[in-house]
T-cell receptor, first 111, second 110 residues
C-alpha cells in the first residue's frame, strides 16, 4: 500500500527565511510525486510535480528515492506563500484515482 | 477552456436530512470525475470516482452515494446525514495526470 506522511501540521517562518515542508512516502514501485497548494479562498491546485523538474513560484522539490522523501523548499519565503500544502503520490503513469494525499501542512509566513 | 464548478458553497443541515452536492465540468467530454472529502488534519480522502455516465466506483464504505446522470455532471448525495458527514467536499476532474478541483462545498451537520 502507498502512504504519504507530512509530519508537520503547522509551520511558521518569517518572511525572507528559508522554508522546507517535509514529505515522506512509502511505496514499493516507482512513484510520481506532486505538491498541491490551497491559498486562502482559492481552489486546491497543482504546484509542481517531480517529473517536470521545474521551479514554481521559487519552490523546488527533489525526489530522494534513498530517503523516500519529496521535501518542498524555498530559499526565501514570502507572505503570499502562506497556504495549505499537500504532498501526493501515485504510481508512475497511474490514474488520478490512485493518487494518495498526505494530511497537509499549513504554512504561515510571518511579516 | 475547461472549467469545473460545484455548489452549494456552504450548507448547514440537521442530522437525518438528505444531501445533494452538484458538480459540473465544461469544456471537456467524458472526463474522469472525483469526489474527495477534506477533513482537518486528515488530508484528502477519495470517496468516489467515475469514468463515464452511470459508472461509479466507491473507495470507502460510507453513508454517502454518488451519481453521474450526464457526462459532465457528478452528484454527491445522502438520504440521511450523520454528524460525521461534516466536512469540506471537493469535486475534481483529471487531465494528463493532474487533478483540477472545484471551489469546494463546506457541509456542517448539526
Amino acid at each position: 500500500a502507498q502512504r504519504v506522511t507530512q509530519p508537520e501540521k503547522l509551520l511558521s517562518v518569517f518572511k525572507g527565511a528559508p522554508v522546507e515542508l517535509k514529505c515522506n512516502y512509502s511505496y514499493s514501485g516507482s512513484p510520481e510525486l506532486f505538491w498541491y497548494v490551497q491559498y486562502s479562498r482559492q481552489r486546491l491546485q497543482l504546484l509542481l510535480r517531480h517529473i517536470s523538474r521545474e521551479s514554481i513560484k521559487g519552490f523546488t522539490a527533489d525526489l530522494n528515492k534513498g530517503e523516500t522523501s519529496f521535501h518542498l523548499k524555498k530559499p526565501f519565503a514570502q507572505e503570499e506563500d502562506s497556504a495549505m500544502y499537500y504532498c501526493a503520490l501515485s504510481p508512475i503513469s497511474g490514474s488520478a484515482r490512485q493518487l494518495t494525499f498526505g494530511s497537509g501542512t499549513q504554512l504561515t509566513v510571518l511579516p | 477552456s475547461q472549467t469545473i464548478h460545484q455548489w452549494p458553497a456552504t450548507l448547514v443541515q440537521p442530522v437525518g436530512s438528505p444531501l445533494s452536492l452538484e458538480c459540473t465540468v465544461e469544456g471537456t467530454s467524458n472526463p474522469n470525475l472525483y469526489w474527495y472529502r477534506q477533513a482537518a488534519g486528515r488530508g484528502l480522502q477519495l470517496l468516489f470516482y467515475s469514468v463515464g455516465i452511470g459508472q461509479i466506483s466507491s473507495e470507502v464504505p460510507q453513508n454517502l452515494s454518488a451519481s453521474r446522470p450526464q457526462d459532465r455532471q457528478f452528484i454527491l448525495s445522502s438520504k440521511k446525514l450523520l454528524l460525521s458527514d461534516s466536512g469540506f467536499y471537493l469535486c475534481a476532474y483529471a487531465n494528463t495526470g493532474e487533478l483540477f478541483f472545484g471551489e469546494g462545498s463546506r457541509l456542517t451537520v448539526l
